[in-house]
């Protein structure tokens, strides 16, 4: 049971590049949802996902997009990188919204330069 | 708007010294509290869910209670392996379907 597997691990993008950040879960889970985390400011939701098919925005959705053809992959797609987007990323995922806790992957760091 | 407020922002300890950690929070309708772990270069952890009021769980060392406002996380006799960073989150009935709001922590460290 691999749980939610993130990849890559770290990657170095040049401003204006185009990328994709892989998450895929083999538990089942409907709800998977994507985070970006900052030094002092908390893991904040970019967009996140009900099910197959169905997506919403978070917090902090600009500059990304995502889309859930299947319930095991949700990815995260950077349009046009841009500095500001220099984070840690986390894919969670859970089988009835939280009760039982969210699943975390161990994280995408992003470097944009 | 949801939101969590985590005290203090660090915290050292001495090895078997006691100590709780607080997370307040404003949330329109509290479905549920969230305790989580964090290490180094990992993911979050889940610890607990706490519902309602007055409603307590215990893992080892750790017990969350939760009030109306508030919830503690309370470590006692805590050893070097207890390091970390504890997050808080909420999950509102009004907010995004069943999504998380975080605080931003407090980074705990134990010295033997």
């Known amino acids: 049971n691999a749980g939610v597997t993130q990849t890559p691990k770290f990657q170095v993008l040049k401003t204006g590049q185009s990328m994709t950040l892989q998450c895929a879960q083999d538990?089942?889970?409907?709800?998977m949802s994507w985070y970006r985390q900052d030094p002092g400011m908390g893991l904040r939701l970019i967009h996140y996902?009900?099910?197959?098919?169905?997506?919403d925005q978070g917090e902090v959705p600009n500059g990304y997009n995502v889309s859930r053809s299947t319930t095991e992959d949700f990815p995260l797609r950077l349009l046009s990188a841009a500095p500001s987007q220099t984070s840690v990323y986390f894919c969670?995922?859970?089988?009835?919204?939280?009760?039982?806790?969210?699943?975390f992957g161990s994280g995408t760091r992003l470097t944009v330069v | 708007e949801d939101q969590v407020t985590q005290s203090p922002e660090a915290l050292r300890l001495q090895e078997g010294e006691s100590s709780s950690l607080n997370c307040s929070y404003t949330?329109?309708?509290?479905?549920?509290l969230f305790w989580y772990r964090q290490d180094p270069g990992k993911g979050p952890e889940f610890l607990f869910t706490?519902?309602?009021a007055g409603e307590e769980k215990e893992k080892e060392r750790l017990k969350a209670t939760l009030t109306k406002k508030e919830s503690f996380l309370h470590i006692t006799a805590p050893k070097p392996e207890d390091s970390a960073t504890y997050l808080c989150?909420?999950?509102?009935?009004?907010?995004?379907?069943?999504?998380?709001?975080f605080g931003s922590g407090t980074q705990l460290t134990v010295l033997p």
């Open positions: 969670a995922s859970s089988y009835d919204g939280g009760d039982y806790g969210y699943t």
């Open positions: 996902s009900v099910g197959a098919g169905i997506t």
């Open positions: 538990m089942n889970h409907e709800y």
């Open positions: 989150a909420v999950q509102s009935y009004s907010g995004s379907a069943r999504q998380l709001t």
């Open positions: 706490l519902y309602s």
């Open positions: 949330v329109s309708g509290l479905r549920g």
